[in-house]
């Protein structure tokens, strides 16, 4: 098994383009949930999952227009699809 990649916030920032700031702003509202949290934002590990959060959340507010208060929301809504498509594809293959 594969150990999931973990960057520091600056490897985070270079690899999504986005500024630190911008990513300590998303963990402060919990839009992101760093791997290993530190009372020094500086010292946020990420992960894939949280650079491909980071990139969503850019494109939904900027390509779509989306408000800070529907983030939330739209995270949610996200969130619980994915677990539920990962319950259909364990429920199919225990049946297989």
């Not at 150990?3 to 911008?22: K, V």
């Not at 989306?66 to 995270?75: A, G, K, M, R, T």
Request: some cysteine.
């Amino acid at each position: 098994m594969k150990i999931n990649e973990q960057y520091s916030l600056y490897d985070a920032s270079r690899r999504s383009g986005q500024t630190p700031d911008l990513i300590v702003r998303y963990i402060s509202f919990e839009w992101i949930v760093p791997c290993e949290r530190s009372e020094d934002p500086q010292n946020q590990t990420l992960d894939k999952e949280d650079l491909a959060r980071i990139c969503m959340i850019k494109q939904l507010q900027e390509e779509f227009g989306v408000n800070d208060e529907s983030i939330p929301i739209i995270l949610g809504l996200l969130d619980q699809l994915n677990r539920t498509h990962l319950e259909v594809r364990r429920w199919l293959a225990s049946h297989r």
